[in-house]
Each structure stands twice: as C-alpha cells, then as structure tokens.
C-alpha cells in the first residue's frame, strides 16, 4: 500500500499505492495523494472527500448525480465533500489513477493566499472561517484550464515515485484550484438562466460543445453536429456559448486552427497544406484569416 501525504498521516514515505485495500477503506481522507492500481474494484461511497481524481492508465468509471461518467488520461473528476457516488472498474490490465484529496483548512488557507494582501496575512495568520465553495462537478479536460495543466505537470513525477515537496504541492494544487473555480463561477454567471440547477446544466452541456471543438476543430464541423453533441438547439447553443465564454463556436474553431497554424507556419509546412490541414477552403482564405489575427502574413512569420 503506497500513500503520498503531505501532513505525514499514516506513512511518511512520499509515494505508495493502494489497490485491493481501497474495498475496505472510507475515501473521505484529508489532505492526501492515493495512486491506484486495481483490475477489479466495486465499491460504493456514502461520505467522501474533497477530492481530485486525475485519470492515468485506462479507465475509471464513476456513477453520481444519477449520471456515468468515463474517467481517462488527460481528465480529471472533481467531486465535492460529503458526496455519494459509486465507482467501478473490470479490466484485464490494471487500471492506473491518482486521487488528490483536500482538507477544508488546506482550502481556506490557499482561499485565505489568494484573497488578503501581504501585510493583512502577516497580521492575522489563521485562515477565515468562510465556508469552503462548492465546485462543479464533472469531468474537466486538464489542457482547459489552470488546475489540469498543474495536474499534467505533476503527472510524471508522481508516476515515478520522484521526492516531491509536498507540502507545496497541497497548497500549489488548492490555489490552482480555487483560481479554476472563479473563472468557471465568472463562466457560469454570464449564462442569462435564473435558476442555479439550470445554469449548471448548461454550463455541463456547453463545455461537452467545447471539449467537441477542441478534438474536431481541424474538420468541418457544422453547428448541427455540434448541438446535438450537446443536446441544445442551433440557436440555444450560439446564444449561450458566447455567454459563457465570451466567444461564437464558429470563433473558438477559427482561433483553435490559428493556433495550430503557428506551430505548422514554424515548422516549414507549406502554406497550402497548413490550409489543408487545418480545415480552411484553401491558402487564400488561411492566409487572410491569419494576418487579421497576427497583423501580418504567413510567410513574415515563419521568416521571424
């Protein structure tokens, strides 16, 4: 059984793994790092942690708020304190995750970090007593955001049992958090919806649209497609979108291909297969997309 832990619970050594055990043992820990192993696992949790679950090797599937949920490398599963769910896993080949879980004391401090200034931390020490957040839960693509780009960035350290400073860690790890969780509540507050439940919901289904912009935006997506992935009408999908994040999907495409187009420009590719690749009807209307995004063409900037 290997635990990370950065309060020296349990056990001092800074990287173990837990895999049958996890049957028998309440997952409502403080403050704590579970790297799992595990080919067969059933077990239903009536009390849990604050926790992070960053999937690594294969797939872990989860059932809460009378919804499944698919857990994979490079994603990650948010679920609040004193949360029901069920988890289960049948592979023939272990099954690999880390599962981050937070205390209350460990978010208000990193809360407490980010929202006083210097000489008011120097005076008074001891985090406020505000109630910790509630966050939303669901499946995150680490590449969306700040807490799954630190989450990839521990990822190899943590797989290769490397001496961490954990400590920094927690706190890096709740401060990333906390920051991700004010811009999706910044986010979910521009959705023009009264009911909190509602906002949600749709909050849930525009980032499935994003998250379908970003593994297709070099095809030629239609907005049809892209409602019905997200189980909106045409018109709900534009409207609320741009609400949510300040841009059309027709825009959030365009920039996607943009963004590529630099890596591709910088690389020697020719002009007409970047436009190719990246989905624009030829070189012409790639390179016109381009300056008036960069101010200048193609060319210059590959020359730069």
Not at 29 to 44: A, N, P, V
Not at 241 to 269: C, H, M, N, S
Not at 275 to 298: I, Q
Request: with cysteine.
């Amino acid at each position: 059984m290997t635990l990370l832990t950065g309060n020296g619970m349990l056990n001092r050594q800074p990287l173990v793994r837990m895999s049958e055990q996890l049957q028998q043992t309440p997952l409502n820990f403080d403050d704590l790092i579970i790297h799992s192993r595990l080919r067969d696992f059933d077990k239903s949790v009536s009390d849990s942690g604050l926790s992070i679950k960053l999937g690594h090797i294969g797939t872990e599937r989860y059932f809460f708020r009378n919804r499944q949920v698919s857990l994979q490398r490079g994603e990650y599963l948010l679920v609040n304190r004193h949360q029901t769910f069920d988890c289960f896993i049948r592979n023939p080949t272990p099954v690999e995750g880390f599962c981050f879980y937070l205390s209350p004391r460990l978010i208000q401090e990193a809360a407490s970090g980010l929202s006083r200034n210097t000489e008011d931390l120097l005076d008074h020490p001891a985090p406020k007593s505000n109630k910790a957040p509630r966050f939303l839960e669901k499946i995150y693509r680490t590449d969306e955001n700040e807490l799954g780009r630190y989450l990839e960035q521990l990822r190899p350290a943590l797989a290769t049992h490397q001496q961490l400073d954990f400590n920094q860690v927690f706190f890096d790890v709740a401060t990333a958090l906390l920051r991700t969780h004010w811009r999706t509540e910044q986010e979910m507050r521009g959705i023009d919806c009264a009911r909190r439940s509602t906002r949600e919901e749709l909050y849930r289904r525009l980032c499935t649209a994003r998250q379908y912009i970003y593994d297709n935006y070099c095809n030629d997506l239609q907005l049809e497609e892209l409602a019905k992935a997200a189980l909106l009408s045409k018109y709900h999908l534009l409207r609320t979108y741009k609400q949510a994040f300040g841009i059309t999907p027709y825009q959030q495409v365009l920039e996607l291909r943009l963004e590529k187009a630099t890596d591709l420009v910088q690389q020697g590719e020719k002009l007409s297969s970047v436009a190719r690749e990246l989905g624009f009807s030829d070189r012409r209307s790639f390179t016109k997309a381009f300056k008036k995004k960069f101010g200048v063409a193609p060319s210059f900037y590959r020359a730069g």
